[in-house]
């Protein structure tokens, strides 16, 4: 059975405009984790090489980390402090 996450996948084709280069994310790829929507969830959104892309809605940072695999990015650091930019608050927040 697919887990959530891959259900809420909106763009597939994203691990061809989101690729990580050595060393980490390019610096001109934005991801943005968006508050809590009222039907439960925080869409997650990537910004790269003048594309933008839905990469689903998250239930819990496991999605998240699922998402950003999928878009060609491992190992990205979730905390506050990292790379994401997390709106209405931080990877703690899904309700």
Same mark, same amino acid.
């Given at each position: 059975m697919a887990s959530q996450a891959s259900q809420n996948l909106r763009c597939p084709d994203a691990p061809a405009r989101v $690729?990580? $280069?050595a060393g980490g994310m390019p610096d001109e790829t934005q991801i943005v984790v968006h508050p809590v929507s009222?039907?439960?969830g925080r869409?997650?959104?990537a910004h790269a090489l003048g594309v933008d892309a839905d990469l689903g809605r998250a239930f819990m940072p496991a999605? +998240? +980390?699922e998402f950003? /695999? /999928?878009a060609g990015l491992e190992d990205v650091d979730l905390s506050e402090g990292g790379p994401i930019e997390w709106r209405g608050g931080g990877p703690? +927040?899904?309700e």
């Amino acid at each position: 059975m697919a887990s959530q996450a891959s259900q809420n996948l909106r763009c597939p084709d994203a691990p061809a405009r989101v $690729q990580a $280069q050595a060393g980490g994310m390019p610096d001109e790829t934005q991801i943005v984790v968006h508050p809590v929507s009222p039907g439960g969830g925080r869409k997650v959104t990537a910004h790269a090489l003048g594309v933008d892309a839905d990469l689903g809605r998250a239930f819990m940072p496991a999605d +998240v +980390v699922e998402f950003l /695999r /999928r878009a060609g990015l491992e190992d990205v650091d979730l905390s506050e402090g990292g790379p994401i930019e997390w709106r209405g608050g931080g990877p703690e +927040v899904w309700e």
